[in-house]
C-alpha cells in the first residue's frame, strides 16, 4: 500500500512537470511565432506613418479660385484622417501581440485616432484652433531642445515640425511629427516639446484645448527656440 501511494506521487509530480513544460515550451512556441508579425507590422506601420508626413509635405493640391481652393483643402484633409485611421488600426494589430513597449504604442494608438477624426464644426469639438477660442493658450516655460551628441557628430542640421494639443488640464497632449529629421533631432525636439508650460486657452469663459503647430530649428551645432508659425501646418 505504501509503495502505490508513492507511485502514485510520482506520477502525480511527473505529469505537474509535464504539463508545466509544455506550458513554457507553447509559450516559447507562440511567443517565436509573433515575432515575424510583429516585424511585419512594425514595417506597414512605419510606411503608413511616412505617408502621413508625405501627405502633410505635398498639401494640397494647386486651386484657381477661393471656393476651389476650400474644396482641395477639404480633400487634403479628408485623405489625412483615412491615412492616421489605416495607421492606427495597425497600431491597434500591433497591441493586441503585446509587444515590449506597449504603453508606447498605446499612445501612439491614441493620438492617431485623435487625427483621424474627420473636420467638424467647432461647436461639436472639444479642441479648437487659434481662431476658435477667444483668449489663446499663453506659454511660460518653454525650454530649448537638447542638440544631441549624434547630431553633432554628423554636423546635422534641420528643422522638426510638431503638431501636438495644449489640452485645458495644462498637459501636452496628441504630439505628431509632421516633419521630421533625422541624427535624433525629432526625438531631441519632441522631449522639449514635453516640457513645455502653459496657462490654457479660453473658450466660452472656460478653459478649452487648443491645437498647436512648434517647428524646432538646429544648425550650427544648436537647438533655436521653437516657433509657432503662422500657417496651420
Not at 497632449?173 to 522631449?191: D, N, Q, R, S, Y
Amino acid at each position: 500500500m505504501h509503495t502505490t501511494k508513492s507511485i502514485a506521487r510520482v506520477l502525480v509530480v511527473l505529469l505537474m512537470a509535464a504539463v508545466a513544460t509544455l506550458m513554457v515550451l507553447t509559450h516559447f512556441s507562440s511567443v517565436a511565432a509573433q515575432q515575424p508579425q510583429l516585424a511585419q507590422l512594425e514595417k506597414q506601420f512605419q510606411k503608413q506613418y511616412s505617408s502621413i508626413q508625405n501627405k502633410f509635405a505635398d498639401g494640397p493640391e494647386p486651386a484657381r479660385s477661393p471656393a476651389e481652393r476650400h474644396e482641395m483643402v477639404g480633400k487634403w484633409q479628408d485623405e489625412l484622417a483615412a491615412r492616421f485611421a489605416r495607421a492606427a488600426a495597425t497600431a491597434g494589430e500591433i497591441m493586441k501581440l503585446q509587444p515590449p513597449n506597449l504603453e508606447i504604442w498605446r499612445e501612439q494608438r491614441e493620438t492617431l485616432l485623435f487625427y483621424s477624426q474627420p473636420i467638424s464644426p467647432p461647436e461639436t469639438r472639444t479642441v479648437f484652433g487659434d481662431t476658435e477660442v477667444q483668449k489663446r493658450a499663453r506659454l511660460f516655460k518653454q525650454p530649448l531642445a537638447v542638440y544631441p551628441d549624434e547630431a553633432r557628430q554628423a554636423n546635422a542640421k534641420g528643422e522638426v515640425r510638431l503638431r501636438l494639443v495644449l489640452a485645458s488640464n495644462g498637459t501636452i497632449k496628441h504630439i505628431f511629427t509632421v516633419k521630421p529629421a533625422k541624427h535624433g533631432l525629432t526625438e531631441a525636439a519632441i522631449a522639449a516639446a514635453r516640457l513645455i508650460e502653459f496657462e490654457p486657452a479660453v473658450r466660452d469663459g472656460r478653459r478649452a484645448s487648443q491645437y498647436a503647430t512648434f517647428v524646432y530649428k538646429f544648425e550650427d551645432g544648436k537647438a533655436l527656440p521653437a516657433v509657432m508659425p503662422a500657417t496651420t501646418f
